[in-house]
């Protein structure tokens, strides 16, 4: 007989997402924690950040899972954790072994069906070094009044369409990605910006890992995703430097299916500001393996179109205007399909690479 899972762990907003996770985190003995953003919701609802420890609080060794670091797509992984915390995994903490759960780091973004920060900042690109010299992306400068066009007229689109493709006649497909969405520091409006400095969801980000991680020693971190790749995959992304020692670690933990897009074994391309980049360096004390857990959605030139929508509808229409129901659904289901197989995979391999991440701190 094939296996079944309850889907019910999974919600269609984030004020769903998060009761599910709270009531979960309550029933299942965990230590639960309420990080409040200072903004509200669309509806006027609070916001917040939370946290979610499992065992022993002194653990040497400890499973980080991160939800919501794209907002958006922190669907993705509500629902593994909101599965695992009412028993549907069965993952059994070794000893001296803790799991700290960070449910919605970008709670903004997810209730307002966003992958960016209130600052319209990629949380994933804002943890650079903001007192040295920026990453320079020219390549961005040239595209930016076609990704964030200021009108969403079949003219703008054509000229956009055909502004992209002569990118990538001129410099190739992968110029193209690491133009568009390896980050930005240059256009506070623009796709993948950086930020001028640490955002609210970095500074506490930072703030949780001083919380719960000063003792550890040894840390696995998953960091979910979605929107790349062949759908329903999830794929293990290790942007450490070739050859050193995380992305071997990372490898004899979760095996050869890890990518390293500095080796163009990923479907993702390098990127500056990474919260891989950020926790190494919260965690120096610790010996790490960080993942991004990738599960793929839709084509490439879907999500393309998908977030010029977006984003000229908060740089150019009205985010609760009659533009926004249509174009938030877009970026909901592109990054959260409402498909049933693709949740059961999303089940499945979440709680494998979890598990796979747990046996290589029992092993270290």
Known sequence: MAATYDLRAFSRDWAEARAKFVDAARRAGAVHRAWLHPLKGP???????????????????????????????????SGPMVGLLR???????????????????????????????????????????????LPANPGYAALHVHLVPASRSPEARAAGDAACAAYVAAHGAHALRVASSSGQYTHPDGWFHGGTGPTWARRTSEAILAEYLPRARTVAIVDMHTGLGPYGYGEPICNHAPGG????????????????????????????????????????????????????????????????????????????????????????????????????????????????????????
């Not at 926790?279 to 977030?307: K, M, N, S, W």
């Open 87 to 133: 028993g549907d995994a069965a993952l059994g903490l070794p000893p001296d072994t803790g799991a700290l759960l960070i449910h919605g780091i970008n709670p903004h973004g997810w209730a307002w069906l966003r992958r960016v920060t209130e600052e319209n900042v990629d949380l994933n690109r804002n943890w650079v070094e903001f007192d040295a010299p």
């Open 245 to 364: 020692e995380r992305v071997r670690r990372a490898r004899a933990w979760w095996g050869d299916s890890v990518t390293e897009p500095l080796l163009g074994t990923s479907s993702s391309q390098e990127k500056w500001g990474l919260s891989e980049f950020g926790y190494e360096r919260c965690l120096a004390h610790a010996d790490i393996a960080f993942v991004a857990l990738e599960f793929g959605t839709y084509p490439e030139a879907r999500g393309f179109a998908v977030l010029r929508d977006e984003h000229w509808l908060h740089a150019h229409g009205d985010p609760l205007g009659p533009d926004a129901p249509a174009i938030k659904a877009a970026m909901r289901d592109h990054f959260y399909p409402p498909h049933d197989d693709w949740k059961e995979m999303v089940l499945f391999r979440s709680w494998q690479v979890w598990r796979q991440g747990l046996a290589g701190l029992a092993a270290s």
């Open 43 to 77: 509806g006027g609802e609070a916001l917040c950040t939370d946290t979610a420890w499992l065992g022993p609080r002194d653990a040497s060794r400890v499973l980080v899972v991160i939800a919501g670091t794209h907002g958006v797509e922190g669907f993705c992984g």
